[in-house]
């Protein structure tokens, strides 16, 4: 099949036998577009691509790798709301929270235009008379991008920004539920002035471009952003491949708020469902585990059981909708399945967990909120990656704080407090990447460090200044004057 929309190999679309349909799961007769699927010899030729544009691409100015950027964040930015619209389709997030995440898009390659320009090395002196010392930075060579479908265009753009400011390669393969916002933005970004080669796309099924991907010899280093159980297969297959692979892993959460005694109900409610629900509940940030203190529980419940009768699940394009539909079939029957096991185990389904029926066909769900939960259970332990949450009732903060560090996980956790003391001693103890007081675990800003620790990541952090820990690398240069 020709699809309209194809891989970007060596500068030129390059079509594939076979492609995939990408549907709107807002309304399911509504086909996005026909996106190629790539071949092991489409990866292969796309590495080719890389590895031959890499010694001209790793020496450019600052001057022209900013330009390229610059000129790729402006475009986003003006198509913004075009480019929010086509994810708010293919992904199901509301039409405000997609132009939110393209302008994001925009944002990050302007922030990494900058790092092109501030990038620099020390000199240090040596121990040795007469000798001098450089630490310098060098590109790491042809990345490999592996992403999934819940941020199409963030994320894409958080690794490919700095890999090319840095003066890398990149091949990259989104996730294939939803490439229609990652292949717009490599068209934008080779527009942009990218040497031919530079920018490879190539789309298609994990367990074939993915895996292709981490197995080639050529490519220096993968990062990486999905499941847990995937990340696991890639970091394998990095360390076992020669040679060795940098390997970046960005996996899941069972992120933890607190919402203690002296919190302020108000702020603590949108906390909550802001952070649990809102982009259906599919954020890896989302906090799917409420850890509510026993003097607060009951007015807590019932203030977030009033604010969810008001929150509105339609179709995401649609004005007036808070919470768009689940992504797609599978992850829609993933979330049904740990509404069941919640069931099950005892908890109590305080409000929501129904389907709905919207005027388009769709997968449209009724936030679940449990109670009555243990941290024992496996509502509280595995990540449902759906808007589906639960509370479990603590005796006081100490109890909170274990409850919230006891988990696989370590990405993302927040407090709803008004205690200064609490606050201070929450942000040092908690056992995540980040910590968010009185704000929800959802929502960072891109121009810090993003990641987690434990089971939700593993290597350098990503965004930020920080990322050049993994999109370069350190060379000592040692001189005899
Ligand atoms: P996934 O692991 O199923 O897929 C992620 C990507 O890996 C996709 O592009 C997929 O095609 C590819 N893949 C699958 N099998 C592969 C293989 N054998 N070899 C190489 N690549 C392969 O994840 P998903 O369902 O797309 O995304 C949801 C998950 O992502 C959730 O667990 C969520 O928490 C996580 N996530 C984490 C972050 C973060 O920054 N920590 C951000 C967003 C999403």
Redesign the pocket.
Known sequence: MNAPFKNLIDGEWTAAAHASRNINPSNTGDVVGEYAQGTVEDLNNAVAAAKAAFPAWSRTTPQERYEVLKKASDEILARKDELGRLLSREEGKTLAEGIGEAARAGQIFAFFAGECLRAGGEMVPSVRPGVGVEITREPVGIVGM??????PIA?PAWKIAPALAWGNCVVI?????VPGSAWALVDIIQRAGLPKGVLNLVM????V???A??EHKDVAAIS????????R??AA?CIASSPMKKVQ?????KNPLVVLDDADLKTAVEVAVNGAFFSTG?????SSRLIVQAGIHDRFVEACIERLKGVVVDDALKAGTHIGPVVDQS?LDQDLKYIQIAKDEGGRLAFGGELLKRETPGFYLQPALFTETTNAMRISRE?V?GPVANIVRVKDYDEALAVANDTEFG?SSGICTTSLKYATHFKRNSEAGMVMVNLPTAGVDYHVP???RKG??YGPR?QGAYAKEFYSTVKTAYTLA
């Open positions: 592996i992403t999934p479908w819940n941020f994320i393969k989104p996730a294939d539920l298609g099924r994990g367990s471009v993915g895996q991907l981490l990486f952003t999905g499941s847990v159980a995937t990340g297969k890639v297959a892993l960005e996996m899941g959460g599919q954020r890896c940030t989302a992850q990540e990656f990405l993003f990641g987690g939700s990541s990503e």
